[in-house]
């Protein structure tokens, strides 16, 4: 762990009094950790993941603000994702909790691990900056609250980022120079791209334009299954929710997407565009790079027709200009344009378990103190944008400019000056982000898509993303949904590269039905836990 904040001279007396007062604190490897530092101050560890960890958050004035707020010392450990990935479980096993985690624990490792976290609902009189929060933003409560207790306080990052996480984009430079009009239904599309494939519309005389690009086939971010919106059934591609295992909501009643006819008629579209070269046979088997020498490319010469992504910026990079988002399409033109939906994933990409802490933590009023702080605006914008004055200015009444210079020198957001999604803290509604690039490219990529998520029901047409089933039945749900996938997932891939769809429907939705996959169990499980938080 690093140490920081130790302000001052080290007088003698200073140590002397330090001896007198710490409290020795078991530590990993039977180590004895100090409670308070060498003037006395108590000592908060604060662990957090972070995307990249090359600049340390102790040289940021954020740590220095953070402990003036709670007149304490912070340590800081920092880990990045992979090494998160790794260390996690035997860490838990071993018992091995920070005073206070950031982004690490979500609700399957609390539901595993409940005595050691502490439930802070009795503390929110002493976090009035969290308590506020609660009050503006009922839903992130409700994502907090197990029953009466409250485990992980999630964070707010900004109504700029109060979006969809998934848009379809198509190259408008394309459509202008072939004379085509922007898709709106499927069949639509399929002529776009047919023209795409055959017409040269990049201009370079080469036959080297994908049609139509995409990630993957499951149940999650950026996926082509996101067309599933198109029939008329919504998604909620984005985080652990019940979407993301397959489930959503139609008059009141879970059901599969697995089983659904809206997915046989998406595969069976998709496979129609494989079978066209349209959409690239092996686009299940390619790596990253090999999808962005496709889409960034060389930053010249566009060689993607249609993808699927964040933003146009993030998606394409340089070539971004030459990109609009695709409103979500009909799957025929007879369907009413009120029943068009689009992936509602606003609250997973708004709001993030973020906050948790140790009941073991000795200086838990400073604990206390050092959350409350963070979930106040400043710090909240320094957390998640960088300090101020250096990455960051005040411009006064909740106005806040970054200097693109600095905050974006590395990287295309602020993931190496400041905590970035893996802050704790509250943006509010009021609050108002000059250069903010990251949510300006996705809100203006979202636009195209409001009129169609307007017509989704975030309690009626998918599970919210507070709904969260017990331990017991998690597990259940993970080992039902192993075998479910590890079985579906593989005829879904078989049907988008070689087709046979219609032949297999009925064999393929009777074997999903069988009680040893647990397809109609998890479908209860789930229906148990939407009736208790919806109806």
Not at 21 to 49: H, S
Request: glycine content about 8%.
């Amino acid at each position: 762990m690093r140490r920081s904040g130790l302000r001052g001279m080290k007088t003698a007396v200073a140590a002397a009094v330090a001896v007198a007062m710490t409290i020795p604190l078991t530590a990993c490897g039977g180590q004895e950790q100090a409670t308070v530092d060498e003037n006395g101050k108590p000592i908060v560890r604060i662990m957090v993941r972070r995307n990249v960890t090359d600049n340390p958050i102790e040289d940021m004035g954020y740590d220095a603000e953070l402990e003036a707020a709670c007149d304490c010392t912070i340590e800081w450990s920092e880990v990045d994702d992979n090494s998160w990935g790794q260390q996690k479980a035997p860490r838990m096993a071993a018992g091995e909790f920070p005073d206070i985690g950031l982004t690490l624990y979500d609700y399957t490792d609390i539901s595993r691990f409940y005595s050691e976290f502490l439930d802070l609902a009795p503390y929110l009189d002493q976090m009035p900056n969290v308590k506020k929060f609660f009050e503006d933003r009922p839903v992130a409560l409700k994502m907090a609250q197990d029953g009466d207790k409250i485990y992980n306080i999630p964070s707010d990052r900004g109504k700029g980022y109060r979006v969809s996480a998934t848009h379809m984009f198509i190259n408008k430079t394309w459509l202008d120079n072939l004379g085509l009009e922007v898709p709106t239904t499927w069949d639509e599309l399929e002529d776009v791209l047919e023209a795409f494939k055959t017409e040269d519309p990049n201009g370079n005389g080469e036959a080297d334009e994908v049609p139509m690009n995409i990630r993957s086939l499951g149940f999650g971010l950026w996926s082509a299954l996101v067309l599933l919106n198109s029939t008329g059934i919504a998604t909620s591609f984005m985080g652990a929710s019940a979407s993301g295992q397959g489930f959503y909501v139609e008059d009141g009643k879970v059901k599969s997407y697995y089983t659904s006819e809206n997915l046989k008629d998406v595969m069976t579209f998709l496979h129609e565009l494989v079978e066209k070269g349209l959409i690239p046979k092996d686009s299940l088997t390619r790596d990253a790079s090999q999808y962005d020498a496709q889409t960034i490319g060389d930053g010249e010469t566009a060689t993607t027709g249609v993808s699927i992504g964040w933003s146009t910026n993030s998606e394409y990079g340089q070539l971004a200009d030459q990109y609009i988002t695709l409103p979500p399409l009909k799957q025929d033109a007879s369907m009413p344009d009120s029943e068009v939906k689009w992936d509602y994933s606003a609250d997973a990409t708004e709001f993030a378990y973020s906050v948790t802490v140790s009941p073991d933590a000795p200086n838990l009023d400073a604990v206390l103190k050092v959350i409350d702080a963070m979930y106040g605006e400043r710090l909240s914008v320094e957390g998640y944008f960088g300090s101020i004055p250096a990455v960051v200015s005040d411009d006064g009444d909740h106005q806040y400019t970054i200097n693109p210079d600095v905050a974006y020198a590395e990287y295309t957001d602020t993931r190496a000056v400041a905590l970035q999604d893996r802050f704790g803290g509250y943006i509010p509604d009021d609050v108002t982000m000059i250069n903010d690039t990251n949510a300006e490219y996705v809100t203006a990529s979202d636009e195209a898509c409001r009129e169609a998520l307007a017509n989704v029901d975030p309690t009626g047409d998918v599970i919210p993303i507070y709904v969260r089933p017990d331990s017991s039945d998690m597990e259940t749900l993970q080992n039902n949904n192993t075998s479910i996938g590890n079985y579906a997932n593989n005829m879904i891939a078989q049907w988008f590269q070689n087709g046979g769809i219609d032949e297999q429907w009925d064999e393929y939705v009777a074997k999903l039905n069988t009680p040893s996959l647990g397809l109609q169990d998890n479908i209860d499980i789930w229906q148990k836990y939407y009736d208790e938080a919806v109806k």
